[in-house]
């Protein structure tokens, strides 16, 4: 995981002023490696393991995916993965506030540069026929691929490869739809907005290959021990 610093952020969705503790953040999406430790626990495997559909590019049971960022869950699914792991979903907005580098704010995890396939992967804006999703591979690439793809505290793939599930609601009440934040290898390069301000709401049991999940952590009443160089600071 990587340390992140708080501050106070505007919200994209209501553009109100949000003060944020410091908190980890998992340095890559969720791995189908890390995933089936958590079914090997006895917990539910994808929802695409007893039902996958040609059409979608489920990673779990694909050859050699350990690297691969696990897909096809719900919401259910990826936030009881996060607190097995002793974490929890981050909210919209340290989501955001990671994405966008913190103070720095910037439009994408890089910078202001034009999202493309040599950054981050994304959607070319082409049909799945013309295999122009995932930067020509029509499905997510292993973790932490596109090293353009990475914000100023060492967080990859913030902006492509698949859309990460939030705990930030739609209204006060919890049982009613979530946030989904980030682009993906198969929803377009949304060239024209910012990072925190792809995704959008959706019911916790929707699930499809362009969603998957990333832990946040709070920091807690001890002070970590390692710091990466040029990356934030290890979780203990």
């Not at 003060?19 to 695409?48: I, M, N, Q």
């Not at 996060?82 to 994405?99: D, I, M, S, V, Y």
């Not at 490869?161 to 739609?170: I, P, R």
């Amino acid at each position: 995981m990587v340390y992140i610093a708080g501050g106070d952020t505007v919200y994209s969705e209501d553009r109100k002023t949000y003060h944020l503790e410091a908190f980890w953040l998992d340095r890559t999406e969720v791995t189908v490696a890390a995933f089936r430790k958590f079914v090997e626990a006895g917990y539910s495997p994808p929802l695409s393991a007893t039902g996958q559909r040609a059409d979608l590019a489920c990673t779990w049971n694909m050859k050699d995916a350990d690297d691969l960022p696990i897909n096809c869950i719900d919401d259910y699914q990826g936030e009881a993965y996060c607190l097995w792991a002793g974490k929890r979903l981050p909210t919209a907005q340290e989501w955001g506030w990671a994405a966008r580098g913190r103070e720095a704010q910037r439009k994408y995890p890089w910078g202001d540069a034009k999202p493309s396939c040599e950054l981050a992967v994304i959607d070319l804006g082409q049909g799945r026929e013309e295999g122009r999703t995932g930067c020509g591979r029509n499905r997510p690439w292993p973790v932490g691929s596109k090293p353009g793809d990475t914000t100023p505290d060492g967080v990859v793939d913030m902006f492509g490869n698949v859309g990460e599930a939030t705990s930030t609601t739609s209204t006060p009440d919890p049982k009613s739809t979530r946030i989904g934040r980030g682009s993906s290898f198969a929803t377009g390069s949304f060239a024209s907005s910012t990072v925190d301000e792809h995704g959008g709401y959706s019911v916790r049991e929707a699930w499809s290959d362009n969603g998957g999940v990333r832990c946040a952590k709070d920091v807690g009443p001890r002070p970590p021990c390692n710091r990466i160089a040029g990356a934030g600071r290890a979780a203990p």
